[in-house]
């Protein structure tokens, strides 16, 4: 089967909504839960396939998961040492966060486990896990820095004192979970601020996260205790209306309890360096993550030199990012990007085929993009034809474009898209955007 989206040009976006849960914090949701002792009880949770591989990972490691029903979800904690072997490999699907994380959390179990992924994930770098993980005594074979993985049981980890070469929270969070392991202090030094919702969670289970600057600090062997977690919607699927609703017509859109989280709002920061209205409403803390309401108007937005300090904060963001800046008035340049091409697609590439395909051509940098935008007053795109190259928010992202194109924008295999946003096109289609999801006879990727 190949489903396909097809977005009809203009439409007027109002109304409110809340996208689904978090796709990190649901994805941690379930990891810590499973290595707490007692019961965690979760609402929000994303049902979308990234978040119910990693649930169904640790089904196969012996935990007891009720749901997910309507977002809730209920973990019986099996404790740090409670784990079992599975029976078999440990699919992640499409899900980097799922394999990257486990590689850390298994690193350190008595048994040994084999993670595999799909033809996405197949081709996503892993030494970048495996390498640091090394110097804490782990085993990882791969197919040559690439998925499948084999994790050696090596009984206890040590500790290390780790400069990570890559700001990814993937590799940090990896480290933090194998560091639980250890005997002794894990100590994690990042080359730039990525997303903290694994320390932010690790300390809502009761367990102690040092930070002094850059380094994150974990002391091993610390019980945590099962808690309750209400998941904010993600900001990064709240992102592909943050833009819908800055360049469509007479917009204007209310997102509900968006978690805003200062790791994650490197869109927030682009978009209103770039001229956008959005305003933050009902600020609060909800078990330890920052969340708001959003408002969000139709504005002029201008072109911008996305300053690299803001990249990882909003690493998912771009695609989307791309859009808006083929909207604005004059060039937005990105530079420093190149984590970009080891995304679920190579998302420079593949964002500049397709803008090129639907009439906006790019300048293409080995670790960025140059976009001469079209301004306000005309249609930046022709409309036409895209592949998304099985990446869910390639395929959200040419949606949203469909507001500003003159003709009718197609997107092929876009089956990803409930990786993350599972309902995408019905919740678009609910606030005026006039976008369908339709399944094809055919090959699908
Ligand atoms: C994620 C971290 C980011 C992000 C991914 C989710 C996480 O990856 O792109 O979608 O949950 O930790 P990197 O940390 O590798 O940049």
């Known amino acids: 089967m190949f489903q396909t989206l097809s977005a009809l040009p203009g439409g007027r976006i109002r109304g409110e909504l809340r996208v689904p849960g978090d796709k990190s914090i649901s994805h941690r949701s379930i990891m810590l839960g499973a290595l707490a002792e ?75 486990s084999r993670l595999l992924g799909d033809a996405s994930l197949s081709r996503r770098p892993m030494r970048r896990v495996i390498e640091p993980l090394a110097l804490m005594g782990a085993k990882i074979d791969s197919v040559d820095g690439h998925p499948p993985l084999l994790v050696h049981p090596v009984g ?6 780790i400069r990570m070469g890559v700001a990814s929270a993937q590799v940090k969070s990896a480290l933090i979970l194998a560091g639980l392991y250890a005997d002794g202090t894990t100590r994690v030094t990042e080359p730039a601020p990525t997303r903290d919702h694994t320390e932010r969670m690790l300390a ?6 040092g930070r002094e600057g850059s380094t994150v600090s974990i002391v091993g062997g610390q ?80 072109g911008l030199e996305i300053p690299p300090e803001w990249v990882p904060l909003a690493i998912d963001e771009f695609p989307v990012l791309f859009v808006a800046a083929a909207c604005a008035e004059g060039d937005t340049v990105l530079r420093g990007a190149q984590e970009l091409r080891v995304k679920e697609s190579d998302r420079i590439a593949v964002m500049a085929e397709g803008l090129a395909g ?88």
């Open 38 to 112: 007692g019961e965690t009880r979760i609402s929000g949770f994303l049902e979308g396939a990234d978040a119910l591989a990693t649930m169904n990972v640790f089904r196969m490691l012996g935990v007891a998961i009720d749901g997910p029903q309507r977002g809730a979800v209920t973990v019986r904690g099996a404790g740090l040492r409670g784990l079992r072997p599975p029976a078999g490999p440990l699919d992640c699907g499409n899900s980097g966060t799922s394999m990257r994380l486990l590689c850390g959390l298994l690193a350190g179990q008595s048994f040994e």
């Open 358 to 445: 639907i009439g906006m051509p790019a300048q293409v940098k080995p670790d960025g993009m140059r976009i001469v935008g079209r301004g306000a007053e005309a249609n930046p795109f022709a409309g036409g034809t895209v592949e998304s190259h099985g990446d869910h928010r390639i395929a959200m992202a040419f949606a949203v474009a469909a507001l500003r194109s003159s003709g009718p924008i197609t997107i092929l295999d876009t089956g990803n898209v409930t990786t993350s946003f599972p309902g995408f096109a019905d919740m678009a289609a609910s606030v005026g955007m006039r976008v369908r999801a339709s399944i094809e006879s055919g090959p699908g990727r």
């Open 204 to 209: 809502a289970f009761g367990v102690e996260v």
């Open 156 to 161: 206890r980890l040590r500790p290390a004192e």
């Open 223 to 302: 019980p945590l205790s099962g808690s309750r977690i209400d998941i904010p919607a993600d900001i990064s699927s709240a992102a592909f209306f943050l833009v819908a609703a800055s360049i469509g017509a007479r917009a204007e859109l209310t997102l509900r309890h968006v978690g805003i989280n200062p790791t994650r709002t490197g869109v927030l920061h682009i978009l209103r360096a770039m001229g956008a209205d959005i305003t933050e409403i009902n600020p609060r803390t909800i078990g330890g993550e920052p969340v708001a309401d959003l408002r969000v108007r139709a504005a002029r937005l201008k």
